[in-house]
């Protein structure tokens, strides 16, 4: 019996193989032959889902394929990726992934379900979100120098829209870098988080530029510093950390991005050919109106480009994580 | 000022907008009727349709599916016991009752009114007082929030049915629930038992299907008594002293939907039970909330239609969302190159006043609408109960599925199905555990909020709106816990003199 047990299962892996081999051969050529999925590990109406289906429409068009968004949400974003990290790699199946899911839930979480790099592969970066320093209206300090001189011997507290977010992470570096002691008060989102900052409950925030804009604009909250390694084209006025010439802070950068990535072991002709088509996207015109209304900065590049960034972003947070003590076990 | 009123009526009369507003409300009716599509997930995938639309016939679609989703949850709620939308589970504790008894035409009818009413009141909260209720919004700290909540908490007193007792038990079960997850402040799991499926916390939605919809099933299958009474549902009205009588609750339920809509992160669910909490304890009889009492059903749905408008008063006056819906508003505005807040009002008044005069538009529409869809969907009361329940079972099913396409969900339903089934049969009344999952979070954040801010009690107590709050919460207890002990005290004594032969009814 378990000879022919053994033998039925060889012949059928072979026959798998066999099958994926020439599927695989024969998908490159026509891709896409069917419908294509990209997993949104986030709720409907968010930054990434509402990215992810400017994304999926432009690429609609240039295949003449249908490519539709499929929200997996829930633990932190780690959910979704978990299971596009399981998906079929045969290019029908990508993943929105983002600073937190390839970025940052690697280095906090401890019994994550997914491998960042060896599970994925990455496509194309497409957009980039500064975080943006900001402080209420009347807080005493006009720069980042004046700030760090308030801050010590003295403890502020920082606001964020959750902990373990790009905007908590950012504040979380800032604090290591500076040696300030200062109190992490995390709220449920920046919608929650920006009225505290106006009112003066907590005094910093490293916001993404999005959401504080519009206070910005007001004049309710002030930007000291953006967060991203050039100045941010909407607030030219504003530095950067790292052009301040503070030694604590030289090359400090942080911020939030997106990006597609196919599960591993996609072929690499798909890869090219949608990292290629999805160039064209958001090279667009359309692509570009929302991304500038929106204020985030397009990138685009190779899967290589991405990639080597990916491999910067994990080594960065899990060294920001080690030193905040922010590890989930 | 004539001028700019002129000139945003001139930007909204196009036949553009009114499209857009019956479309919208239209598609949120019908969404916000099935269960486990929200009016939120309907706004945010209607959001990219709005990218080439005109700012205000693109914010107008999205106002209007928000508010037709809000009143479409009603019906479900009332028709089959599972909530649309989960502002909608208070409209079961009376709107389903009223059902069995053969008067779902009424139950929904009262639905509308009070929803357009209560539609038409915060519209005008928001047209007219919302820069200064915008004022006070932005007042709310942590620790106003803290006892805004610890006060709202006190709603499960009146919520509690037969016994009080009971009651609590179930309101800590939710707020225990609740906890299920990672831990605001450091991360840490709670509760999770190393599943990787609740580490995002138990879902809101296949909780209050479960709870509210599976227990009637399982009721039938093990009773088989099916049918309702017969039941003409499309011919009862609401009549005039049943409006009239009622009028007062909408009022008041509209006000505290009005206000809990404008601070940020509370909700409609909660406005509707606390709106249903209070009317139950305005009332000389308030034994009658819980089994098909038409003013409970008029206060849900105002306290949960009062939030729909209010919701706007935060995004345009200070550019803050208060909650899901009005982020994907403000995006779809972002997208438009529009930044609402303070400078809206000095730079694009015109805008303002044609979403203004677009909004009050929509409570009309939503009742024309309204009118249209209860006529039709109230025969769904009349299908045979041997056929109308598979098919609520297969709704259950797929609603828990659809919000976040994973299995699990549909298990966590089916758990609390069962858990639902058990509390009905031992006497708790379910609605306390609801409003400890949705409050016991928002409670305990802004508790340990309050102390990360300050790290000092006399946080507090820093603020007249803190002493407002405690005020209101230590009156609120005592009057509740009175009454109620006056009511238990009322119903022993004619049990004693065996007057009551009823015995172990329950909301």
């Known amino acids: 019996m378990t000879t022919i047990t053994r033998r039925v299962a060889t012949a059928a892996l072979a026959g798998i193989g066999l099958g994926l081999g020439f599927a695989t051969g024969a998908y490159a050529a026509d891709y896409p032959a069917k419908r ?4 949104v590990p986030y709720s409907a109406g968010g930054a990434t889902d509402v990215l992810a289906r400017q994304v999926a429409q432009g690429l609609s068009e240039a295949w003449g394929q249908t490519v539709t968004v499929e929200n997996r949400p829930g633990a932190g974003a780690t959910l979704g990726t978990a299971q596009a990290a399981r998906a079929r790699p045969d290019g029908y199946t990508l993943f929105m992934g983002q600073v937190s899911s390839h970025g940052i839930a690697p280095a906090v979480y401890a019994n994550l379900q997914y491998d960042a790099k060896a ?5 194309v970066w497409i957009t980039q979100i500064p975080n943006v320093m900001v402080v209420p209206k009347d807080f005493e300090a006009a720069s980042v120098q004046e700030f760090i001189d308030v801050a010590k011997g003295e403890n502020l507290s920082f606001g964020s829209s959750g902990t373990g977010s790009s905007i908590h992470l950012s504040g979380e570096m800032f ?3 500076t040696g300030l002691d200062m109190t992490h008060v995390p709220y449920r989102g920046s919608g929650e988080a920006v009225p505290a900052l106006i009112s003066g409950d907590i005094d910093v925030m490293f916001d993404n530029l999005p959401s504080a804009m519009a206070q910005i604009k007001a004049g309710t909250i002030r930007p000291l510093a953006v967060t991203s390694a050039e100045r941010e084209p909407s607030l030219p006025d504003v530095p950067t950390l790292a052009e301040l010439g503070i030694p604590e802070l030289e090359g400090f950068e942080a911020v939030a991005w997106f990006g597609l ?6 072929d690499p002709a798909i890869v090219e050919a949608i990292n290629a088509a999805t160039n064209e996207v958001i090279s667009g015109e359309a692509f570009q109106t929302y991304a500038a209304a929106n204020g985030s900065a397009v990138v685009g590049g190779t899967p290589e480009e991405f990639a080597t960034f990916i491999d910067g972003e994990l080594t960065k947070w899990a060294d920001v994580v080690e030193k905040a003590g922010v590890r989930v076990e | 000022m004539m001028d700019a009123i002129s000139a945003g009526l001139g930007l909204f009369f196009t036949l553009q907008n009114f499209l857009a507003i019956g479309a919208g409300v239209m598609i949120g009716v019908t969404i916000g009727s099935i269960p486990g599509l929200t009016a939120t997930m309907a706004v945010a995938l209607a959001l990219p349709f709005t990218f080439s639309l005109p700012p205000v016939t693109g914010i107008l679609l999205l106002v209007g599916i928000y508010k037709g989703g809000i009143f479409g949850g009603s019906i479900s709620a009332i028709l089959i016991r599972a909530p649309g939308t989960p502002a909608a589970a208070c409209t079961t504790l009376d709107g389903y ?16 009114y009070a929803s357009c009413i209560a539609d038409v009141i915060s519209n005008l ?5 919302a820069g200064m209720i915008a004022s006070i919004a932005l007042q709310f700290g942590a620790p106003e929030y803290f006892w805004l909540i610890a006060f709202s908490l006190t709603i499960v007193i009146s919520i509690s049915g037969s016994s009080l007792t009971k009651g609590l038990i179930s309101g800590l079960v939710g707020v225990l629930l609740s906890t299920v997850g990672l831990d605001l402040v450091y991360g840490t799991q709670r509760l999770t038992f190393d599943n990787f499926n609740l580490m995002g916390g138990i879902g809101y939605i296949p909780l209050l299907i479960g709870l509210f919809a599976i227990p009637e099933v399982i009721e039938f299958y093990l009773q088989r008594t099916g049918h309702l009474e017969a039941n003409k549902s499309d011919r009862t009205r609401v009549s005039w002293p049943e409006f009239r009588r009622s009028l007062p609750t909408i009022v008041r339920g509209s006000l505290i939907g009005v206000a809990l809509g404008s601070v940020p992160g509370i909700g409609a669910t909660a406005a509707s039970f606390l709106s249903y909490g209070e009317a139950r304890r305005a009332s000389k009889h308030p034994e009658t909330f819980g089994r098909g009492e038409i003013q409970g059903v008029a206060a849900a749905e105002s306290g949960n239609n009062g939030v729909a408008g209010a919701t706007l008063i935060p995004l345009l006056a200070l550019g803050i969302p208060g909650d899901v819906v009005t982020a994907v508003i403000l995006g779809a505005f972002m997208l438009q190159g529009l930044t609402p807040g303070p400078l809206m009002f000095q730079d694009n008044i015109d805008l303002i006043y044609a979403l203004f005069a677009g909004m009050i538009v929509a409570s009309v529409v939503l009742f024309v609408v309204g009118r249209f869809a209860i006529r039709h969907f109230a025969r769904i009361a009349d299908i045979p109960r041997h056929i109308l329940i598979p098919m609520v079972l297969l709704f259950c099913v797929f609603g828990s599925y659809a919000v976040q396409n994973q299995m699990f969900d549909v298990v966590v339903m089916l758990a609390f199905g069962v858990l ?8 708790m009344a379910s609605a306390p555990l609801l409003i400890g999952f949705i409050l016991g979070p928002l409670f305990e954040d802004n508790l340990r909020r309050s102390y990360l801010i300050a790290n000092d009690a006399a946080v507090f107590i820093r603020s007249p709106i803190c002493w407002f709050f405690i005020a209101a919460t230590v009156l609120s207890l005592y009057v509740g816990l009175r009454k109620e002990m006056q009511s238990a005290r009322l119903a022993r004594q004619l049990a004693e003199k065996g007057q009551l032969a009823e015995k172990g009814s329950t909301v």
Request: aromatic share 6%; no cysteine; proline share 6%.
């Open chain 2, 420 to 427: 639902g089934f058990v509390m009905a049969r031992v006497g």
């Open chain 2, 125 to 129: 909260a928001l047209i007219f007082l």
């Open chain 2, 97 to 112: 009752p009223m059902a069995r008894r053969g008067e779902a035409g009424k139950a929904l009818e009262m639905a509308l």
């Open chain 1, 261 to 266: 990535l196919a599960p591993a072991g996609t």
């Open chain 1, 36 to 39: 294509v999925t990209i997993i």
């Open chain 1, 119 to 123: 599970d994925f592969v990455p496509i």
């Open chain 1, 175 to 177: 604090k290591s870098r």
